[in-house]
């Protein structure tokens, strides 16, 4: 009987299980210990000496036997141990399993994989969640009661969130879909069902800001709660793919539900949910809006998982505007509360956030160390999005620093990861960073194949990712400078491809401007090239006037260059436009850059 216990147990459980009063117990315990079967372990406990023991006990145990103990043992570990069960469940949930009482076995399951979850076992998590889920499907529960279906929401959407936690995007999306058909909120299956879905949540929301609604009661509030988490939840999955149009649909369904209920956590997230998608639109008034709503809801609430969130869309919406001072406060402070939730994936997005706005100020030797920290916590929590993430963020900073050979390998093991559906936007970020890495290097036709491969996506991929900025400059450096050199193919093919750069180049930064300086950088290199002076100075100077008042010093240092350079040897502006350049690139370490400045200094650039 022991055997059914497990490895280690308490000598009570296995008195209980053998039914033997106390005298034949101490009898039988001694007789086992001088056997060596049996050894004492920590706290009253006993333990099998070895596991081959425990094995060959249960193997030998009759199978009609086994179900009855099982029941047994966890029975009296319920008695034992009160209401307190807190750290038995999944020790329960397998007991009542093999004593085939499947819907107590569902219940611990639901709680264990509740528990992995809130502490970031999400290998565990998952597990346990997608366990309980198919003993529901066993038990016919699909399309049950009410309460029933909300359930099973909630242990799909737990199941998104641990796939999501390890960077199982395809998964995580998959169990927040079933979430919704349970709840009866099904996520559109056609354009025209999207279309119209929009449509309505657009009118309630209108009807919402006029006229807040009349808070729900009873059973349907766990409903809309678990509705607006569903929806809450496919958010960063369509961001990731980069489809606009259900991000857009699935905050205003988010808000909508949690507008039915009145202030609440839920509520706080969906404000900020909505001050995402607006900024994606982008509508920076309407996401500023949204963002102080979140804010001042999440502060009402006094939950710090809302402010969590709430500070990190705060700060994300910042980057994309170049409100450094501010994006970086929210983004220390998202993260400082995540670490003390101990959410790694939420640290995660936040720091990686944050390391945007470093690369922009160009602290790039801080940004190697935190991009170091992200990519360990990826690597220890099993998210290869995140270990991802940390990879590109060192990368990105190694390739101003002229340090083009040690971003390469980064971003060919991160090359290796992109089947494994870490995101869309990824991959343009990493083909066009590994464009420009190459190029740098000197390997001219390599950095070709990645820009035309960052270029293939974009051109089917909208954009909506902040943190993409050098996949796209990237992409039209390396197009336009081998126009420029020569000798890498038909020319009029390289003005195409510079050209159709540039264009994609211009649609990030018409939807985030920190986009802004390097779009009319690139574009006036363009006009330059196609013989256009005049119109290629005009961009040159509007980029420059973008990047001053985004107050971008790397930004700064190329508009500059590229003025300066183009200027004739004579024009006493050239080494006043390459001197501000050095002045720029030297404090943050730019090497490549620098080494560009002094060529053209001694008149080897032009």
Known sequence: AASVAGREFPEALLAALAGLNDV??????????????????????????????????????????????????AAWYERANGDDLSALHPLLAHHWRQARQPRKAMHHLGKAG????????????????????SLDTELGNQGAAAGTSVRRARWERQAAEAALGLGQLAESRAHLERAADALAWPVPGSLFQLAATLGREVLTQARHWIRP??????????????????????????????????????????????????????????????????????????????????LETAKETGQRSAM????????????????????????????DLAEALRDPRRWNEATCARQTVLHHLGQYEHRLELGCAVQEQGRLSGNLQGEAWGMLDRAESLIP?????????????????????????EEIWTHGMLASARWQAGQGDEALAAAREALDRMSRTPPTAFYTLDGYTGTAEVFLGAWQEGGHGPSAELKTLANKA???????????????PRARLYRGLHHWL?????????????????????????????????????????????????????????????????????????????
């Open 24 to 73: 034949t117990m101490l009898e039988t315990v001694k007789e086992l210990l001088l056997a060596q079967v049996l050894e004492e372990a920590p706290a009253g406990a006993l333990r099998f000496v070895h596991d081959k023991f425990r094995e060959a006990s249960y193997r030998a145990l009759p199978e009609q036997q086994r179900p009855e103990i099982h029941g047994m043992a």
């Open 502 to 516: 540039c264009a994609q180049l211009g649609k990030f930064a018409g939807v985030m401007p920190i986009g802004l």
């Open 401 to 425: 620093l002229g340090r083009a050979e040690e971003a390469i390998p980064l971003l060919e093991q991160v090359v290796a990861l992109l089947p494994r559906d870490i995101g869309r936007a």
């Open 308 to 335: 969590v969130w709430a500070l990190e869309v705060d700060g994300i919406c910042r980057v994309s505007i170049g409100d450094w001072d501010r994006a970086c406060q929210s983004l220390i402070e998202s993260a």
């Open 213 to 294: 609604p009349e808070p729900a009661s009873g059973d349907e509030v766990q409903r809309l709660l678990e509705g607006t988490r569903t929806y809450r939840g496919l958010i960063p999955l369509y961001y990731f793919t980069c489809e606009m149009v259900p991000t857009l649909n699935a905050g205003l369904r988010s808000l909508n539900l949690a507008q039915r209920v009145g202030v609440s956590p839920e509520l706080a997230e969906a404000y900020a949910n909505m001050a995402f998608a607006a900024s994606l639109a982008p509508l920076p008034a309407l996401a500023e809006a949204y963002c102080e709503r979140a």
């Open 114 to 133: 509740e528990q992995a979850l809130g502490g970031g076992a999400y290998k565990e998590a998952l597990a346990h969640l997608t366990e309980a889920l």
């Open 530 to 606: 196609s013989g256009h002076p005049l119109r290629a100075r005009v961009a040159w100077g509007q980029a420059l006037v973008h990047a001053e008042r985004l107050k971008m010093p790397f930004e700064q240092g190329v508009c500059q260059l590229e003025i300066g350079r183009h200027l004739e040897p004579t024009e006493p502006r050239r080494a006043a436009h390459l001197q501000r350049a050095m002045d720029h690139f030297g404090p943050l370490g730019a090497a490549h850059q620098l080494g560009r400045v002094k060529a053209a200094m001694d008149g080897r650039e032009g």
